[in-house]
């Protein structure tokens, strides 16, 4: 079965960037759905972003759009997610997610099949 490994989190001051990779192995990445996910201390993991096949034009949660983006680089079975003009509220462990299964809800973690270990992304001053 797929396995999903994330990197690239870390501490970063308000405002500044980061970029997530999720590299899969064991299997293709996503026949249906990809997705970042990332949960808070005591809150519940949220989505963040999507990917649904075929359509490949990635979804984004609210608080999410115009500051992160989501891509994938199929020849290294690769997905990133950019996060630009990050806040305080963005700190959390980050998540990335696939499922061969079709995602009628793509931004619920209860649709994914396999997930990362998570990379925390802690932004701070």
């Known amino acids: 079965q797929v396995q999903l490994v994330e990197s690239g989190g870390g501490l970063v001051q308000p405002g500044g960037s980061l970029r997530l990779s999720c590299s899969a192995s064991?299997?293709?990445?996503?026949?249906?759905?990809l997705g970042w996910f990332r949960q808070a201390p005591g809150k519940e993991r949220e989505g963040v972003s999507s990917?649904?096949?075929?359509?490949?034009?990635?979804i984004y949660t609210d608080s999410a759009k115009g500051r992160f983006t989501m891509s994938r680089d199929n020849k290294k079975n690769t997905m990133y997610l950019q996060m630009s003009n990050l806040r305080p509220e963005d700190t959390a462990v980050y998540y990335c997610?696939?499922?061969?299964?079709?995602?009628?809800?793509?931004?619920?973690?209860?649709?994914?099949?396999?997930w990362g270990q998570g990379t925390q992304v802690t932004v701070s001053s």
């Open positions: 997610a696939t499922t061969s299964r079709a995602a009628a809800t793509p931004l619920s973690p209860t649709e994914y099949d396999f």
């Open positions: 064991g299997g293709t990445l996503g026949y249906y759905a």
């Open positions: 990917i649904i096949e075929p359509y490949d034009r990635p």
